[in-house]
């Protein structure tokens, strides 16, 4: 149950009734009431806005309308007190009775307590990483590839259709150079000699992952990649065999990096081999000429100084400017190719076309840039019925007590996703890159993050856990025989949990379908970590009281029914926390090392 949706609807019901009692104009629209926690929660337990919203239409003050929707929730059972604040705000205190039931809620549900059906199988599609495939993975991609595997899990969890999606960016110039560049490393593992100077033109990506992948060539297919080396001018096709060879080497290794991070996609879209050679480029210019979006024209000067390069000539445009971009865009380069942008338009277009209404794209910094026009042609090229959420990523800076990290043997002054993971684990590198919301930078310390203390939020929530399953394990030394099964706690009493303590923990469980469903439709799954993290710091403090107070302890010998029941709230915690890092793709630990 999503506790603040629930009285949402009693409230929407209560409208209803005193609307058709004459207190209230029949008709009123509660689609604007909301729910939430107060901003002080000494205020209460819940807070809505319904006199506020409902006044104007109801032709009454706020406060009139406030008194009448407070006199009926006093008679609900299970509110406690009713009371109004300001101008109309009403805060509501919920009995304790409500809250032991959704302790029950999560036992039942297990794992699964937080799932929702917000999302009523809506097909989204989550594209992310999709870095050019010229190199390993750097750091730069770590943050991005976390962020979209997590917010693929997330919108899962409330109730989306999620496709995951890679786009490899395998034409044009940047997919050249990377072929010349592995045939010039082929001429090396040959022995032909290749001149300093030619570095930078031929070896345009010095990375040693070019080198393994003529390596690998050679050792599949002497004969065929020496004759390739050794040929003076390489033809179309030796040269497209290569070009093949070497992105399908660089996507196996990207593969096994974002593998090692624990990011998986079900989809892999080729520019090339899915857009390009399919003509799906052509058709979709096609189909915005015929919606009259695009026209031959000059473009103003760029702002600044102007580029000596610069002349004014007709052009290929989009008319972006009608769909809420800046400039109107090109789309053909003056060697008549189409610009990157084209194949853009055509990629969002074949995702619609393959019913994703609803689009996001996770970018990295560099393209913040680029979102009004891909955004644009969205619009455009759907005819408005196309969604399309662009989350950048900001950067992260790698630190060891405060200082630059450069860690990167094979890669010069690159570090590497697989360095990262290699000596901190999968598990840290994925719930630290979600400390921060996505749009601002973040520091990843790894003296921080190696450390035991409540300053780094790996540990912390995974001590946690861990507590949790320690409990479960002591409880044996002292009741032998006490059967601490999920269905055994389900019969238990739980009106012994009367400390402020242990409610507020119940509250807190309570908060987890809420998370879900806010996180989901904001798009934002570093709210998973934050919420994880507060449960961690309640259940901490309510663990250290227990040693100030030994009437509060988890345990408690010679009483098996208090034993049971705060055997249910440590149940509770240890599964909320655990579907919590398993939507983050994380593994909840038992033992502490």
Request: aromatic residues 8%.
């Amino acid at each position: 149950m999503n506790v603040f949706s629930h009285f949402r609807g009693e409230i929407a019901a209560l409208v209803e009734r005193l609307s058709a009692a004459g207190a209230l104009p029949a008709g009123l629209d509660t689609s604007r009431v909301t729910v939430e926690p107060p901003r002080d929660p000494a205020h209460g337990d819940l807070a809505t806005n319904a006199a506020m919203v409902l006044a104007k239409a109801a032709g009454k003050p706020p406060r009139a309308i406030a008194d009448a929707i407070a006199t009926e929730l006093r008679k609900h059972p299970s509110i406690e007190a009713a009371e109004i604040a300001g101008p109309g705000f009403i805060n509501l205190r919920v009995r304790a009775d409500f809250w032991r039931e959704r302790l029950f809620d999560v036992l039942r549900e297990g794992l699964a307590y937080g799932d929702s059906g917000l999302g009523k199988s809506e097909a989204v599609n989550v594209e992310y990483v999709s870095t050019n495939p010229t190199g390993l993975l750097h750091v730069g991609h770590a943050r991005g590839s976390v962020f979209g595997d997590v917010l693929a899990s997330l919108l899962a969890k409330a109730g989306y259709k999620v496709a995951r999606e890679y786009y490899v960016n395998d034409a044009g110039k940047q997919v050249e150079a990377l072929r010349d560049s592995f045939i010039g490393r082929l001429k090396q593992q040959c022995g032909e000699p290749i001149p300093d100077s030619a570095f930078g033109t031929i070896y345009q990506y010095p990375g040693e992952e070019i080198a393994d992948a003529a390596r690998a060539a050679l050792a599949a297919d002497g004969a065929r990649w020496r004759a390739l080396a050794l040929a003076a001018s390489p033809d179309a096709v030796a040269l497209d065999a290569a070009q093949r060879f070497a992105v399908g080497y660089m996507m196996d290794r990207i593969r096994e990096d974002l593998a090692a991070l624990g990011v998986r996609h079900e989809v892999f879209t080729s520019e090339r081999h899915d857009l390009v050679e399919k003509g799906k480029v052509d058709a979709a210019l096609e189909a915005l000429t015929g919606l009259g979006h695009i026209y031959t024209g000059v473009l103003e000067p760029p702002k600044g100084k102007t580029p000596e390069d610069w002349e004014p000539r007709p052009q290929t445009l989009f008319r972006a400017t009608n769909f809420g971009d800046d400039v109107d865009r090109p789309l053909k380069k003056s060697d008549g190719s189409w610009t990157y942008f084209a194949s853009d338009i055509a990629y969002h277009l074949d995702k619609f076309r393959r019913g994703f209404r609803t689009m996001i794209d996770v970018w990295g910094a560099d393209h913040a840039g680029y979102v009004k026009r891909v955004a644009a042609a969205v619009k455009a090229v759907t005819d408005g019925a196309g969604t399309l959420d662009v989350k950048i990523c900001q950067l992260v800076r790698f630190l060891d007590r405060g200082e630059p990290v450069k860690m990167s043997k094979r890669a010069g002054n690159v570090i590497t996703v697989r360095d990262v993971v290699d000596r901190v684990g999968k598990d840290v590198m994925r719930l630290i890159m979600l400390t921060r919301k996505n749009d601002a930078p973040l520091d990843f310390d790894f003296a921080k993050v190696e450390e035991q203390s409540k300053d780094n939020p790996v540990f912390y929530i995974q001590y946690a856990h861990a507590r949790c399953c320690s409990v479960f394990r002591q409880v044996r030394e002292v009741f032998p025989n006490i059967d601490t099964k999920d269905s055994r706690l389900m019969g238990i009493s739980l009106n012994l949990l009367t400390d402020s303590g242990e409610l507020g923990l119940i509250k807190a469980l309570a908060a987890w379908p809420r998370t879900v469903e806010a996180a989901a439709e904001a798009h934002e799954p570093h709210r998973l970590a934050f919420y994880l993290y507060d449960v961690a710091a309640a259940f901490h403090g309510h663990w250290n009281r227990g040693k100030d107070e030994p009437g509060l302890r988890f345990i408690v010998e010679g009483n098996e029914p208090l034993t049971l029941a705060r055997l249910a709230l440590v149940r509770g915690v240890q599964l909320v926390i655990a579907s919590g890092l398993g939507v983050i793709g994380v593994t909840p630990v038992e033992e502490m090392r």
